[in-house]
């Protein structure tokens, strides 16, 4: 099945900086990724109510974004993503390079990214095309590697 993604523009503090920091934020000067489905259908795009880490195809206003806070950014930052799809699939980016396994199930997308803020995210559109189930991301920005994330596509 082939699978085509979409890298958009995002902006990550207007999107992340509303959202209620929990009782177990990590120290503010701890690098940090936020993670989650964001609802693009008004001006300023918000946390999607009620869905979790489930990303539904039916709602074309929805896209997959994290932002990293708090990272020692440099002029020029190397950005990893490595997504671990449910079956073989295919990713587009950009002004990205994009390596993929033989299987198609493993895809790591290099992306450099000049220091224009204290914070840098990028946002994900999932098509029909892409298969449904349980995906798998690793982010690395610069040295600093975050906990995997994982969510769900579903109709």
């Not at 999107?15 to 177990?24: I, K, M, T």
Request: a positive charge.
């Amino acid at each position: 099945m082939k699978k085509s993604l979409v890298a958009l523009a995002f902006f990550s503090a207007s999107v992340f900086a509303g959202s209620e920091v929990p009782p177990n934020q990590p120290m503010q000067n701890t690098p940090v990724v936020q993670f989650g489905v964001v609802d693009i259908s008004s001006q300023i795009a918000k946390i999607a109510k009620n869905v979790g880490l489930a990303y539904s195809l039916k709602n074309q206003n929805h896209r997959l974004c994290w932002t990293a806070y708090n990272v020692p950014f440099q002029m020029q930052n190397k950005v990893i993503e490595v997504f671990v799809t449910p079956k073989a699939s295919q990713f587009n980016s950009e002004g990205a390079t994009v390596e993929s396994s033989k299987d198609k199930k493993t895809h790591k997308i290099t992306t450099m990214v000049p220091n224009n803020s204290d914070s840098f995210g990028r946002c994900w559109r999932f098509d029909d095309k892409d298969p449904l189930g349980t995906y798998k991301v690793d982010i690395q920005v610069n040295d600093i590697i975050f906990q995997t994330q994982t969510f769900e596509l579903v109709k």
